[in-house]
Nanobody, 120 residues
Framework: QVQLVESGGGLVQAGGSLRVSCVAS????????MNWYRQAPGKQRELVAG???????KYADSVKGRFTISRDNAKNTVYLQMNSLKPEDTAVYYC??????????????WGQGTQVTVSS
């Protein structure tokens, strides 16, 4: 069974930093793209950052220059380093695996989310 588990969320003051992690497990052969989404109260879920297996990255304009996404393919892990945090960054952050391949399957999976709260 494929599972994605996030960690590293918490409470931080505006201007501070936080790093969230996501580990994928379940006899995984490879993962195409790994992404971070977030959903704030009363808002739609939005793509924050994404990274291809080869390391190509993309970012939402709202976080560009402040957040950095990276991955360790050997560990099936993706990270999101968040700097210069703002209260508007407060949300549940979700890990997403695109094209998660096992011996007999290929699909997309979501983690359960980790709460990030930025105080003003």
């Amino acid at each position: 069974q494929v599972q994605l588990v996030e960690s590293g969320g918490g409470l931080v003051q505006a201007g501070g930093s936080l790093r969230v992690s996501c580990v994928a497990s379940g006899n995984i052969i490879s993962i195409n793209a790994m992404n971070w989404y977030r959903q704030a109260p009363g808002k739609q879920r939005e793509l924050v950052a994404g990274i291809s297996r080869g390391g190509d990255t993309k970012y939402a304009d709202s976080v560009k220059g402040r957040f950095t996404i990276s991955r360790d393919n050997a560990k099936n892990t993706v990270y999101l380093q968040m700097n210069s945090l703002k209260p508007e960054d407060t949300a549940v952050y979700y890990c997403h695996g695109d094209g998660v391949a096992t011996i007999n399957s290929l699909g997309n999976y979501w983690g359960q989310g980790t709460q990030v709260t930025v105080s003003s």
